[in-house]
């Protein structure tokens, strides 16, 4: 077992109000500049919805993520080596600045500079940042807001849903999904990398990009299948999301998780053993959900506290893991869920999925005479059809969604009624598995937890992480191909590197 440290974050939808106050303090932040007009690391789509960038859940057309081949190997969409070294000057897996956006800026001179007494009122004129010519806005990164778009319906993970959903207005159904980098175990931008320049770190599992070894390439941008890499069309490098790593080795959230309104994201430190982190990836599509939570470890195991010491992890790390909230969502209380699992990069950005509404739902879990049967086929008649949580988030898998979605029902039940009566629905907690007391727990979590409850990150100590890397190879590849381009079956969880210093 080589036990790892991976930052991880946890986003409650259910709380989420599409206000995009993390997109602009991310943009602020981090992307302000010249060449990354285009480019939100953080953005707010509503879905249904096709997405930023236009359909970048179709892999189908753009090659993202693994797949196993006949053999059951894991492979990247995107080829092998001499695949994607014969389309290293001309790729065609990747989005145009059409499926993000042209970015515009007005002239802002025309309203300064107009003459008084003017018939008609002055209008500033769109104009491209790229070409510098008048434009006409067409589309952008939050186009959809709220169905806005009126693209819902070409959603890829409507398919087969088109005799169950009518989008009309009484069965209409919309929710927010907040969007970062997945800083996934399995990432296959690190191992579409030509030149080494994405890495994961040693100490925290962030993914990041050298740019000094960054030649442009482009191939991480084909193999992300959330499209979470851009291209700074002024430096020719690739640029992502950060987890804003310098504030959390000063022990502070990121900057979307600071400034979020709805209070819905949650960061924590997560044990997993990287050993196991390729047969996790390799099982058939109906396991992923399980075997992606088998990876995880334990943190209040002595066994597993001991391991990390044995490798060399400080004792604040251990700490924090301990009180870990997103480890609580993920594998305690099991209400978290991941991105699209059936893409096998192991994405460490989770979802707890929106319940809303669900009034219907929680009068029939607070009955005495309801059982955990009747409430489950009340969530399944949910406005939001469980089909469609599923293909987001459990790979088609119903009956996990809709547990779920039970579980919450089930907290929002219990609350209620011990609230207003002090009555307690025993066979609906037996249905689900819980206890009145990790329910109140759950509820405590997602409703009122404070700041230092939802944000458990230990500040890194400089001596302690350089200790670390020198303690462990600076890149152990148990796969073909090395760290060039990589073979077909190039496994890349098992690069963790940082560049020179």
Known sequence: ?????????????????????????????????????????????????????????????????????????????????????????????LPSIDDYYEPATFDKDILVNAPAGLADT???????????????????ANWEDSLGGDTFEQDPNMRNMTEKVKFEFETTFMF?????????????????????????????GIVLVDQDRCRGWRMCVSACPYKKVYVNHATGKAEKCTFCFPRLEAGQPTICSETCVGRLRYLGILWYDEDAVLAAASVPTPELLDAQRGVFLDPR????????????????????????????????YRIALPLHPEYRTLPMVWYVPPLSPVLDAVGAAGRDDTDADDVFHTIQDLRIPVEYLASLFTAGDTEAAGGVLMKLAAMRSYMRARTLDGTVARDLLDGIGMTGDQVEA????????????????????????????????????????????????????????????
Not at 178 to 203: F, T
Not at 466 to 484: R, T
């Open 442 to 501: 759950m509820y405590r979590l997602l409703a009122i937890a404070k700041y230092d409850e939802r944000y458990v990150i230990p500040a890194a100590h400089t001596g302690q992480a350089a200790a670390l890397e020198a303690s462990m190879d600076s890149c152990s590849l148990d796969c073909e191909g090395g760290p060039g381009m990589g073979g077909a079956t190039r496994v890349p969880v098992t690069i963790s590197r940082r560049p020179p210093s």
């Open 122 to 140: 002055p209008v500033k004129q769109p104009y491209s940042t790229l070409t510098g010519e008048p434009m006409k806005i067409e589309w952008g």
């Open 301 to 332: 195991d002595p066994a597993v506290q001991r391991a990390a010491r044995d490798a060399g992890h400080p004792e604040e790390w251990i700490e924090a893991a301990q009180a870990s909230p997103v480890w609580k969502l993920i594998s305690e």
């Open 176 to 204: 927010h999904l907040p969007r970062i980098c997945e800083h996934c175990l399995n990432p296959a931008c690190v191992s579409a990398c030509p030149s080494g320049a994405m890495y994961k770190r040693e100490e925290d």
């Open 1 to 93: 077992m080589r036990i790892r440290a991976q930052v991880a974050m946890v986003m409650n939808l259910d709380k989420c109000i599409g206000c995009h106050t993390c997109s602009v303090t991310c943009k602020q932040t981090w992307t302000n500049r010249e060449g990354t007009e285009y480019v939100w690391f953080n953005n707010v789509e509503t879905k249904p919805g096709i997405g930023y960038p236009k359909f970048y859940e179709d892999q189908d057309r753009w090659k993202g993520g693994w797949k196993l081949d006949g053999k059951g190997r894991l492979t990247l969409r995107s080829g092998g080596r001499l695949a994607r070294l014969g389309k290293i000057f001309a790729n065609p897996d």
